[in-house]
Structure formats: structure tokens, C-alpha cells
């Protein structure tokens, strides 16, 4: 059975640090690139990074790679985000998702996630909430 489950939401304080995760079942994971997403409020959703699955390659939106790092374990099927000195803007619905590449010709890296993060392909969780309090 297919399933993308985000967990490890919540409140942080600003300047703290969260980690969510994400376990994949139902997919050979082999096949897909695995990545975070966010959706702030009033904002379009955006990318935050990706894994492909098979070799581990990953890339983090530039923005965001100096406090949130992107991690798997392969044997879990699960992918990890660790937020670190968490700021206000932060706050939105974190979600995972599997997908193909590639993708309108991107392959795991920024234009991929805003491909999908547009578009809507691939597998989606139902999201974790992650707000920012100060």
C-alpha cells in the first residue's frame, strides 16, 4: 500500500531547531527522487531539496542550505529534514514527496522542485504544520 507520512511537526521557538521526517512505503524507491516541500500562508509552495534515492545525490535550495539539511536513511525508506535557527517565515505546511526525474528535462535540483512544486506530480503526504513562535 502506497504511503507518504510526514512527521515531527509542531511549534519551535525562533532561533530553535525541528526535525521532520518522512517514511516512504508502497514505492520502490529506487526509481524516484524524494524531496521536501513548503506551502507558507498567502505564499505559492515552494521547494526546499532532494534525494535521489538511488545514489544519495542531494541538492538544498540555496536560500535555505545555510539552516535546513536534507538526509535519508535508505534502509527506513524515510527522508529527513533538519531545520536549524528556525525564523518566522518558516512557518508553513511541510510536506514530502516522491517523483520521477526527469521532469520537463530538470533532474533533482532547483528547477525540478519548482516543477513539482507547480505542478503537482508525484506522490504527496498530507502534510506536517510547522510553526515558528517567538
Not at 509542531?10 to 526535525?19: A, C, D, E, R
Request: hydrophobic share 35%.
Amino acid at each position: 500500500q502506497l504511503q507518504v507520512a510526514e512527521t515531527g511537526g509542531g511549534l519551535v521557538q525562533v532561533g530553535g531547531f525541528l526535525n521532520l521526517s518522512c517514511t516512504v512505503t508502497g514505492l520502490n524507491l529506487e526509481d524516484y527522487v524524494v524531496a521536501w516541500f513548503r506551502h507558507p500562508p498567502g505564499k505559492l509552495r515552494e521547494g526546499i531539496g532532494c534525494i535521489r534515492w538511488y545514489d544519495g545525490s542531494t541538492r538544498v535550495e540555496e536560500s535555505l542550505s545555510d539552516r535546513f539539511t536534507v538526509s535519508r536513511d535508505s534502509v527506513k525508506s524515510t527522508l529527513y529534514l533538519q531545520m536549524n535557527n528556525v525564523k518566522p517565515q518558516d512557518t508553513a505546511m511541510y510536506y514530502c514527496a516522491a517523483a520521477r526525474e526527469p521532469l520537463g528535462g530538470y533532474y533533482c535540483g532547483p528547477f525540478w522542485l519548482r516543477a513539482v512544486a507547480a505542478q503537482g506530480h508525484g506522490h504527496w503526504g498530507q502534510g506536517s504544520q510547522v510553526t515558528a513562535t517567538s
